[in-house]
């Protein structure tokens, strides 16, 4: 038998074995080196994926600090909410009629239907939020809506997200502003405070296994809440303000209203209401679109509404001559039937009256334009430059109130040779409604000037309280409040707005606004400053009404909301409108309440 046949067979095992080593080898080799390329080139993406799907990490949301009055009573709060999302291609997929998804989203989403309707059809696009921050039970019920039978719309889903609610719906709306998308805050408090309010974020990483469950958790960076902010605010009283401005409005019908109220002693403001109202729960979407930007149903009349001030700036232009010794409340003053300035225009006073000799007390009881001017010619124009400034104006007063105007003031140097014959009685500057309860505030307090406060504390921290400056003596403070409780005695121009059994003083005005370069016949500013009571003032209060329709003098469109306000706020706080020094026992009112 032949050997070869054997040894051929070895062979070909031999060099079958050798193949199957060295594809092993090869394979080995490869092997090895993707094992180096996946360990070294692409360790981080790997890594990065293998966290992504072990490892999940989420943003813990800040909770937003709560706003309140005084006394704890809530005005702002955070609660759960949903944003809601849809996509249009699945909704168009899905459904042959989408008008019939939008009729039924529409009324929960705040809505109408033609807007939602082009809102989940929009073309080229993955996704459209229909919502930011509905509530989490409208959120449940739009997740349960049915449509073809079916619970719940294909294409429409939810995210839980932090909702800002306003308990008492339209209350200090303008002042509190509102918060937008990322939980920011877009207006008013909210914005000016959002560093305040929103705290800060955290982070939470939960490690998971094959089958979705969590095993681990870990919060490498903890959340911090928002701080609480407490106002000055008194929620009741900002209430019945509100109350009193929406009464001006539906007798009046004017272009917008405010009022203000505060305690001249230390300057903390007790209400600061806007009309027309807004509510910050329903704020329209357009409102969204400028963070810190106003929009007109933002607009805080109190610190935006510059205006010419009418006769309440006579008690500035009187206030600088007693200061300056120039004259004194019984000094009489020469007042002609009109004055004639060059030629140019007549200067007369709401009542015709002959040349006659007043006080400058009855100056002001009567408030004669004339009486005024003739009371700064004595100052001189340097003098009376000097004291609008001393009183704040032209530069806002500092209050922690987004957007404050500073008002127009003419500086000296340009100062017309007509100028001494219409600043004095408030024509031909413009101020803000929060600097004329500023420079009141002065008159009351015995001659301070200070920053009006409207927040009390922030955290755990008090806010210190503004020191201010003294612009006029407590002497000449307390004459002129003495002459101003002349405009609400009899003859004054606010007579109608007294209480019997109060001691109260103010001052009225009324002003021309000029529309297309010149002052107008039939629109005005009516507005009114009083306080009480007047020998030692725990309130002032101011009232504005913007181009009323059905009215103009502030005596008889402001005068009776002051009055309103004050008769309700004062046996509310428990105060003497009347000390005994100033009111006989016969005169002080019997309705005399102590401090709730």
């Known amino acids: 038998m032949s050997t070869s046949a054997p ?4 062979d070909v095992i031999d060099r079958r074995v050798g193949i199957l080593f060295g594809a092993f080898l090869l394979l080995l080799l490869i092997a090895i080196l993707r094992a180096g390329y996946l360990t070294t080139v692409k360790a981080g993406s790997l890594r990065a994926a293998a966290n992504s799907q072990q490892v999940q990490t989420v943003a813990v949301p800040a909770l937003r600090g709560e706003v309140t009055d005084r006394s704890g009573v809530v005005l702002a709060i955070s609660e759960p909410g949903d944003a809601v999302y849809a996509d249009p291609y699945l909704i168009n997929r899905t459904y042959r009629h989408p008008q019939v998804v939008a009729d039924k989203l529409a009324p929960l989403l705040g809505l109408t239907s033609q807007s939602t309707l082009a809102l989940i059809t929009k073309p080229n696009t993955g996704y459209v939020q229909l919502a930011s921050d509905v509530s989490a039970t409208v959120g449940a019920r739009i997740m349960a809506l049915q449509v073809q039978g079916i619970s719940g719309i294909n294409g429409i889903w939810e995210q839980p997200t932090e909702r800002r609610a306003y308990p008492l719906g339209t209350e200090l709306g303008q002042v509190l502003g509102w918060v937008g998308n990322g939980n920011k805050g877009v207006d008013g408090l909210e914005y000016w405070f959002n560093k305040q309010l ?21 919060t490498p960076k903890q959340m911090v809440p928002g701080q609480n902010i407490r106002l000055t605010i008194s929620s009741p009283l900002q209430s019945e303000v509100e109350r009193v401005l929406a009464g001006v409005a539906a007798q009046y019908q004017p272009k917008g209203a405010t009022a203000i ?40 009349q109190a610190v935006d509404l510059s205006y010419e001030p009418g006769s309440t700036f006579k008690a500035v232009t009187v206030a600088g001559a007693l200061q300056d010794g120039k004259v004194t409340p019984t000094t009489p003053i020469q007042v002609p039937a009109y004055l004639d300035p060059y030629g140019l225009y007549k200067i007369t006073d709401a009542e015709v009256h002959p040349n006659e000799v007043l006080q400058v007390r009855q100056i002001l009881k009567v408030s004669s334009n004339i009486g005024a001017v003739e009371i700064a010619k004595r100052m001189g124009a340097a003098s009376f430059a000097s004291w609008v400034s001393r009183f704040g104006f032209g530069r806002p007063t500092g209050v922690a109130l987004q957007g404050e105007a500073q008002g127009v003031v003419l500086p000296l140097s340009k100062y017309s040779g007509i100028s001494m014959y219409n600043l004095p009685f408030g024509q031909g500057e413009e101020v803000t409604p929060m600097q004329m309860i500023q420079a009141y505030d002065a008159i009351a307090n015995g001659g301070i000037l200070r920053t009006p406060q409207l927040v009390e504390s922030i955290g755990n921290h008090k806010v210190l309280a503004p020191k201010g400056k003294r612009i006029i003596s407590p002497r000449v403070a307390s ?24 001691d109260m003083a103010g001052k009225t005005g009324t002003a021309q606004v000029v529309a297309r370069g010149k002052y107008s016949n039939n629109l005005f500013i009516a507005s009114f400053i009083g306080m009480v009571p007047a020998s030692n003032p725990k309130l002032v209060v101011v009232v504005v009404v913007d181009e009323p329709k059905y009215g103009i003098y502030g005596g008889s469109v402001a005068a009776p909301a002051f009055q309103k306000i004050v008769g309700w706020a004062v046996p509310h706080l428990g105060i003497d ?3 005994p020094q100033h009111c006989p026992a016969s005169a002080r009112n019997p309705l005399m309440l102590s401090t709730p």
């Open 7 to 10: 040894r051929r067979t070895v």
């Open 198 to 218: 929103a705290g800060v974020s955290g982070v939470r990483r939960t490690v998971i296994d094959a089958q979705g469950k969590a095993i681990a958790v870990q």
């Open 261 to 300: 109220v505060t305690d001249p002693q230390t300057d903390q403001i007790l209400a600061v209401a806007n009309w027309p109202f807004v509510n910050p729960n329903h704020v329209p979407l357009s409102a969204f679109q400028n963070a810190g930007g106003h929009t007109a149903v933002a607009e805080d």
């Open 479 to 502: 004459e002129l409040r003495d002459m101003l409780r002349g405009v609400l005695a009899d003859g004054g121009t606010a007579s109608g707005a007294r209480i019997p059994g109060y």
């Open 577 to 579: 409108p009347c000390p």
